[in-house]
C-alpha cells in the first residue's frame, strides 16, 4: 500500500514545523485516480497533497478528521484496502487506485452499519469528535480478526485518542457488534435510601428561575414549527456532556410530545437566551430548569387555547398525546400546531404553571439515545472544523515560537506569490495567512513561519524548581470560611492540646493541558458590516462582547453562534480563534474565513490547568478522631476567560497587535467554593478547621479554567489524606469516613459503591502488588455526590501501574437521562486517570516543550480499566450537576490504591510508573 522509499527520501521530506502535515513544495498538478466509497473520482491536483485534504475539501467529506497532522490520535482514519490507515500525511498519490472507505461509505444515518449502529446502542460518544476514527478503526480490525479478545481490541486501537474518556463503551460497542455483548449494562439505576433530613423539592413552588426572571419572553424558549417539530432554545452549549438531549427530555415531557419531534438550539446571540458561560455542571440546574417551567407553561396555555376551539365542558376532560389534545367527552381532537397555526405565543411567563411531578414522568429518567448520535457515527459535518460556507476560504496564524519572542524580520515575498495565497497578514507579532484551500493555506503558513526572524525574550523557571516557585512567590492570603473566601486574619495551623498525634504531608499537582483532541477553530464572515463569528466558545455572549471590544465594534455588530468543537470542559483556545478568525474576515471582507490551529499551537498556546501545592496538617486524639484540621492552598489562577474592558483583553491575538491589549491582570475571586479553594473544605464532619487560600496571581505559563478548577487538586488531597489518618489510626478507609460523615447522602454513595465493588477492609496495606482504594467527594459542596473505588495491579520491579477495575457511585438528584448521566462519570473518571498517571506540561527556559501527543503522553486505550456505575436516584430532589463529579476523587482513589499495592504513598502528580519505581528503591533501602 504504501511505497518503499529510501531513507534518505524520508530525511528530505520531513518538514520544518512538524505541528504541519506534511507538505512538500508545490509541483505541478497531475490528474489522479481516486477509488473512494465505492465511486471512482477523476482529479487533478498536486500528487504530494495529502489524502485528507483531498476527501474533505475536493470530495466533501467530513468524517475523517483533522486532530494532529502526524499521525499520533487516529481522528483521520480511513480504510485503505481494508487497512485502518492514518490520512493526515499519507500523500494522494500513494493510494491512487485503491479502495479507500471512510466513515460515510460504512453506512448513513437512515441506513446504519452495524458497528455504527453498536456504538449508539452503547452510547460510545461524547464529544463524537473521535467517532469516525474509531469506528473505522475497530473496521479494520474486525477485519483481520472476526472475534477480537478484549486485549485485542485495546492494542488495535491503541493509536486511537478519546480524550472525553469513552474507551470502555467502544470496547463494549465492538464487542455487541461480534455478538459477544457484555453480560450486565454499563450503569444501574437503585433507589436511593430515604433520608431523615428535610432536602429541597425537585418540583418547588411556582416561580421563575433565574434564567427566566432575565429572559421571561415565552417565545425566546419554545417555537412550534410548520412542519410539527418543537424547537427549544437554550443558552447553554453541547460540549459532549449530552445537554441537548437532556433539555429535549425535559421539554417533550413537560409538553407531552414525542422526544423526536423535538429540535434544539443552543448558544446564539440573536437567536437563544443569554444563559451566560456553560460551566461548573450548571447546565441543568439552569437552562433544564428554565425550560422545564417553559414547557409546563406552554403546555397549560394550549390546553387553555384547545379549551375554548374544541369548546370542552371542562379542562379536566382534555389529554395530550404527542401534541395531540383530545377532548374525552366529545371526542373532539386538534393538535399544538393546528392551534398555534405557525404563529408565536407572544406572552412573558409567569411562573404559576407547576411541572409535573414524579409520578407522571414517561421520559425523565429513562434511558435516551442521543439526538446528535446518529449523524456523529456516520461522518456528517457536525464541528466548526466542517462547516462550509459559499466562496469560503482558509486561514492559519502563524504563532511566536514562545511567550516573549519578538518578530525582528520577515520576508514574506516569496509567501504572497505561492499558489493560492490571498492575503498575508502581519500586524505587530501577528501573522497570518489566507488562501483559496486549505493544503494550500497549510503549505504558505510552513513557508511563512520559515520566513520569520524571531528574538526569544522569554525567560521561565526552571520546571525542576516549579512548587518551590509556587511556594514563595508572592501571594494573597485569605481564610476560606464555609466554602468562602472571606479577607482578614489568618489564624495559625497549631496542633490542640488533645492531640495524640499529628500529621502533615504536601500534595502537588503540575500543570495540565485540556489538549482537545480537535485544535482549535472558528469560521469568520465580515459582510455589509456585520461580523458574524461561528465558535465552539463555552462563553458565547461574553465572547461577543469580547471581540467586539479588540475589534473596536458596537457588541450589535457582531453575530457569535455555538457550533461544536472537540470535547474541552474549560477554557482552551476556542475563544483565541475566534478573534484570529474574526481579524482574518477583516481583512478579506466579503468572504467566509475558516481558520484553525494546528497540535502544535494547541499544546504551545492554549491556557492550562495551573499548577498548585497543598499543604495538609491534622490533629488524632486518643481515640483516633479527627480533632483538627488544616489545609492550605498555593495556585495560579484557575479563571483568565476574555472579558471586555479598559487597555486589557483575555484574547491572544490582542496581545500580538502593534498596538497590543494588556494580558488581563488576575485577581481573587471571594466567591463559593470558587477556583483554587473549589472543594478545599471537606465534607467530613471536623470540631476544628483551618481553610487557607494563598492565590499566586503571576503564572509563567498562561492558565485559566479546567474541567473542576481547584476541586482536582485538593481533593485528592483531602482523601489522600484521609487514608494517611485511617493508616495512623490503624482504621479501614471506608469505616474512618463513615466515622466522620454525618451527611447522608455522602455516607450512601461511599456504601452504594463499597456493596457494588465490593470494598474489601484493611487496616494496613497489601504490599502485594494489587492494591485498591477510595475516596468521596461532593462537587463544589453543593452539587453531585461521588464516590470512587478503584483496583490497580503494580509491577514491583518497574512501577508499571495498570487500572483493572473503577466502580463509581453517585448521587445527582432527580436523574434525567441515566445513560447520560452515567457516560458523564465514566468519562470525568478517565480524563481525571489520566491526568493522574500522565499529564504534565513540560517546558524549559525557552518555552514549552510539550508541543504534540509523544512529549506531553495520556492514557490511552490499553489503561482503561472496566468501569461499573451505580446512580442512586432521588426523583423528588432537584438536579444536581455531574460532569465534573468525578474529578475530584479520581486521583485520590488511585494514589490510595497504589498504597495499598505497595505501601508506597505517591503525593506528587502525575503518578508515574518512574516515581513510583523510585519510591520502592528508597523504601527498600531504608528498610535494610
Excluded at 1 to 29: A, F, G, I, N
Excluded at 495 to 523: C, K
Excluded at 579 to 606: F, N, Y
Amino acid at each position: 500500500m504504501h511505497e518503499k522509499r529510501s531513507k534518505q527520501e524520508e530525511v528530505d521530506d520531513m518538514p520544518d514545523d512538524m505541528s504541519y502535515p506534511q507538505l512538500r513544495d508545490s509541483r505541478t498538478p497531475q490528474p489522479l485516480t481516486l477509488n473512494v466509497n465505492g465511486r471512482t473520482h477523476y482529479l487533478t491536483l498536486d500528487p504530494e497533497t495529502p489524502l485528507l485534504y483531498v476527501l474533505r475539501h475536493h470530495l466533501g467529506l467530513s468524517g475523517p478528521r483533522y486532530g494532529c497532522g502526524l499521525e499520533q490520535c487516529g481522528a483521520c482514519k480511513v480504510l485503505i484496502d481494508g487497512q485502518d490507515t492514518p490520512s493526515c500525511q499519507i500523500p494522494v498519490r500513494q493510494v491512487a487506485g485503491l479502495p479507500i472507505i471512510t466513515i460515510e461509505g460504512l453506512g448513513t444515518p437512515d441506513s446504519l452499519h452495524p458497528l455504527q449502529e453498536a456504538f449508539i446502542m452503547e452510547q460510545a460518544i461524547q464529544c463524537g469528535y473521535c467517532a469516525s476514527g474509531m469506528i473505522i478503526a475497530a473496521e479494520g480490525l474486525l477485519r483481520r480478526n472476526r472475534y477480537p479478545s478484549d486485549d485485542d481490541i485495546r492494542a488495535a486501537l491503541s493509536d486511537n485518542i478519546c480524550r472525553c474518556g469513552v474507551y470502555d463503551r467502544v470496547r463494549r460497542a465492538i464487542k455487541l457488534r461480534i455478538g459477544r455483548p457484555e453480560p450486565t449494562a454499563v450503569f444501574e439505576v437503585v433507589a436511593a435510601p430515604p433520608l431523615a433530613a428535610e432536602q429541597p423539592a425537585a418540583v418547588s413552588a411556582p416561580q421563575l428561575p433565574p434564567s427566566l426572571q432575565q429572559t421571561p419572553e415565552l417565545d425566546a424558549w419554545i417555537r412550534f414549527n410548520d412542519d410539527q417539530t418543537v424547537t427549544i432554545f437554550s443558552g447553554k452549549v453541547e460540549i459532549g456532556q449530552g445537554i441537548k438531549t437532556a433539555v429535549a427530555q425535559i421539554a417533550a415531557e413537560e409538553l407531552d410530545v414525542a422526544l423526536e419531534r423535538v429540535r434544539v438550539v443552543t448558544a446564539d446571540t440573536e437567536r437563544a437566551p443569554n444563559e451566560g458561560i456553560t460551566a461548573g455542571s450548571m447546565s441543568l440546574q439552569t437552562s433544564g430548569a428554565a425550560l422545564r417551567v417553559a414547557a409546563a407553561e406552554a403546555r397549560h396555555i394550549l390546553l387553555a387555547m384547545a379549551f375554548e376551539e374544541l369548546e370542552a365542558h371542562s379542562l379536566a376532560s382534555l389529554t395530550v398525546a404527542d401534541g395531540l389534545i383530545t377532548d374525552l367527552d366529545s371526542g373532539r381532537q386538534i393538535t399544538y400546531w393546528q392551534l398555534l397555526g405557525g404563529k408565536k405565543f407572544g406572552r412573558r411567563l409567569t411562573g404559576l404553571v407547576r411541572p409535573k411531578t414524579p409520578d407522571a414522568y414517561r421520559l425523565v429518567g429513562q434511558p435516551a439515545a442521543r439526538l446528535d448520535l446518529p449523524a456523529k457515527v456516520t461522518g456528517a459535518a457536525c464541528y466548526v472544523h466542517d462547516l462550509v460556507l459559499p466562496g469560503m476560504v482558509h486561514g492559519r496564524v502563524v504563532r511566536p515560537p514562545a511567550y516573549d519572542a519578538q518578530l525582528i524580520g520577515l520576508d514574506d515575498a516569496a509567501v504572497r506569490r505561492m499558489p493560492g495565497v490571498l492575503r498575508v497578514l502581519r500586524d505587530g507579532r501577528f501573522l497570518a495567512v489566507i488562501a483559496e484551500q486549505e493544503e494550500q493555506v497549510v503549505r504558505a503558513a510552513a513557508a511563512l513561519r520559515a520566513a520569520a526572524v524571531w528574538q526569544n525574550d522569554t525567560s521561565l523557571p526552571p520546571l525542576a524548581g516549579l512548587y518551590d516557585h509556587l511556594r514563595h512567590a508572592p501571594a494573597q492570603t485569605t481564610p476560606v470560611v464555609a466554602g468562602t473566601a472571606v479577607p482578614g486574619p489568618v489564624p495559625p495551623a497549631a496542633p490542640p492540646p488533645d492531640a495524640a498525634h499529628t500529621l502533615a504531608a504536601t500534595y502537588t499537582r503540575p500543570y495540565q493541558m485540556h489538549a482537545s483532541l480537535s485544535p482549535s477553530a472558528a469560521v469568520a464572515h465580515l459582510q455589509d458590516d456585520k461580523l458574524t463569528v461561528w465558535s465552539h466558545s463555552q462563553g458565547i455572549p461574553l465572547l461577543q462582547q469580547t471581540i467586539a471590544h479588540v475589534l473596536g465594534l458596537s457588541a450589535d455588530r457582531v453575530h457569535l453562534i455555538h457550533v461544536e468543537g472537540s470535547g474541552c470542559y474549560g477554557h482552551n483556545g476556542a475563544d483565541d480563534a475566534a478573534l484570529d478568525a474574526a481579524l482574518l474576515a477583516q481583512a478579506l471582507p466579503g468572504r467566509p474565513v475558516s481558520l484553525k490551529w494546528t497540535r502544535e499551537d494547541e499544546h504551545t498556546w492554549e491556557p492550562y490547568g495551573p499548577a498548585m501545592l497543598i499543604q495538609s496538617q491534622a490533629s488524632l486524639d486518643d481515640s483516633g478522631r479527627i480533632v483538627d484540621w488544616n489545609h492550605d492552598v498555593w495556585s495560579f489562577p484557575h479563571t483568565a476567560r476574555p472579558r471586555p474592558g479598559g487597555d486589557e483583553s483575555g484574547l491572544l491575538a490582542a496581545w500580538h497587535l502593534a498596538r497590543p491589549f494588556a494580558p488581563p491582570q488576575a485577581r481573587p475571586v471571594y466567591g463559593y467554593h470558587f477556583g483554587d479553594y473549589r472543594n478545599a473544605d471537606p465534607l467530613y464532619d471536623l470540631p476544628q478547621r483551618r481553610i487557607v487560600t494563598h492565590f499566586v496571581p503571576d503564572s509563567p505559563l498562561r492558565t485559566s479554567a479546567l474541567r473542576s478548577l481547584g476541586a482536582y487538586a485538593n481533593v485528592f488531597a483531602i482523601e489522600s489524606f484521609m487514608d494517611e489518618l485511617a493508616q495512623a489510626a490503624r482504621r479501614d478507609p471506608l469505616d474512618f469516613r463513615l466515622d466522620h460523615l454525618a451527611d447522608e447522602r455522602a455516607r450512601a454513595v461511599l456504601l452504594a459503591a463499597a456493596a457494588r465493588a465490593p470494598w474489601e477492609k484493611r487496616t494496613r496495606p497489601a504490599k502485594n502488588g494489587q492494591g485498591q482504594g477510595l475516596a468521596l467527594a461532593r462537587y463544589k459542596n453543593s452539587q453531585c455526590y461521588t464516590a470512587v473505588i478503584v483496583t490497580v495491579r503494580v509491577d514491583l520491579d518497574t512501577g508499571e501501574i495498570h487500572l483493572q477495575q473503577a466502580t463509581l457511585a453517585a448521587d445527582a438528584g432527580q436523574i434525567v437521562n441515566p445513560d447520560g448521566l452515567s457516560n458523564q462519570l465514566e468519562g470525568g473518571f478517565f480524563q481525571a486517570a489520566s491526568w493522574t498517571l500522565c499529564e504534565a506540561v513540560t517546558f524549559d527556559e525557552q518555552g514549552i516543550t510539550s508541543r504534540d501527543w509523544d512529549s506531553y503522553p495520556i492514557l490511552r486505550f490499553a489503561g482503561a480499566p472496566r468501569l461499573r456505575t451505580v446512580l442512586l436516584n432521588r426523583p423528588d430532589l432537584p438536579f444536581l450537576g455531574s460532569g465534573e463529579a468525578a474529578q475530584g476523587p479520581t486521583p485520590a482513589a488511585i494514589a490510595n490504591a497504589l498504597f495499598d499495592a505497595t505501601g508506597v504513598r505517591l503525593r506528587d502528580l502525575p503518578l508515574t510508573a518512574g516515581k513510583l519505581r523510585r519510591a520502592l528503591a528508597d523504601a527498600a533501602a531504608a528498610a535494610e
